[in-house]
T-cell receptor
Framework: DAGVIQSPRHEVTEMGQEVTLRCKPI?????LFWYRQTMMRGLELLIY????????DSGMPEDRFSAKMPNASFSTLKIQPSEPRDSAVYFC???????????FGQGTRLTVV | GENVGLHLPTLSVQEGDNSIINCAYS??????FIWYKQESGKGPQFIID?????DKRQGQRVTVLLNKTVKHLSLQIAATQPGDSAVYFC???????????FGTGTRLQVTL
């Protein structure tokens, strides 16, 4: 397996535009996590899914953020409209089942200007 | 990754010495813990894990200690090498919720 795959690796967009980040988890993994990493706040959990169902979205900062998992092999994190303070590295991770390690993708570096 | 060390505690050790990185976790109900290593521009990588029914676990050159009484984890790295330079995070898992959250991280600098 190629591991968790995220796209794009880098995204630069103008304030107000819609941004969509994509993630392909490791095949057979039941859990998928979205994290945001910044200097000020470290690694924050935004939302996670179990068997494609959102379990906890309490970390999603605002209604501008939304995440979906239409099937077991694909998830998206969307920001609409984007703002400069959304600039960060966004990581997706997956784990096979409870109480196992999570495997991370390489991240998407988002810059909103 | 966005872990430039302005707000991160930093541990400097000489090559060959042992390193000890500490972490205080937040939830007394957490039952599973993981240490991750993050190098610049990469995602966190798994190092070692421990379940709450254990107080010590050893891997290759690494040992994790868990003290549930004071909600404390430590990562010991033996014979630290330049390739160990990175930011290290502890993560805790909340029981049945399977929610995985991370601490603030510690930057390890290995000097020659």
């Amino acid at each position: 397996d190629a591991g968790v795959i995220q796209s794009p690796r880098h995204e630069v967009t103008e304030m107000g535009q819609e941004v969509t980040l994509r993630c392909k988890p490791i095949s057979g993994h039941d859990y998928l996590f979205w994290y945001r990493q910044t200097m000020m706040r470290g690694l924050e959990l935004l939302i996670y899914f179990n068997n494609n169902v959102p379990i906890d979205d309490s970390g999603m900062p605002e209604d501008r953020f939304s995440a979906k998992m239409p099937n077991a092999s694909f998830s998206t994190l969307k920001i609409q409209p984007s703002e400069p303070r959304d600039s960060a590295v966004y990581f997706c991770a997956s784990r096979e089942y409870m109480n196992t390690e999570a495997f991370f993708g390489q991240g998407t570096r988002l810059t909103v200007v | 990754g966005e872990n430039v060390g302005l707000h991160l505690p930093t541990l400097s050790v000489q090559e060959g010495d042992n390193s000890i990185i500490n972490c205080a976790y937040s939830n007394s109900a957490s039952d599973y813990f993981i240490w991750y290593k993050q190098e610049s521009g990469k995602g966190p990588q798994f190092i070692i894990d421990i379940r709450s029914n254990m107080d010590k676990r050893q891997g290759q050159r690494v040992t994790v200690l868990l003290n549930k009484t004071v909600k404390h984890l430590s990562l010991q790295i033996a014979a630290t090498q330049p390739g160990d330079s990175a930011v290290y995070f502890c993560a805790e898992n909340y029981g049945t919720a399977s929610k995985l959250t991370f601490g603030t991280g510690t930057r390890l600098q290995v000097t020659l």
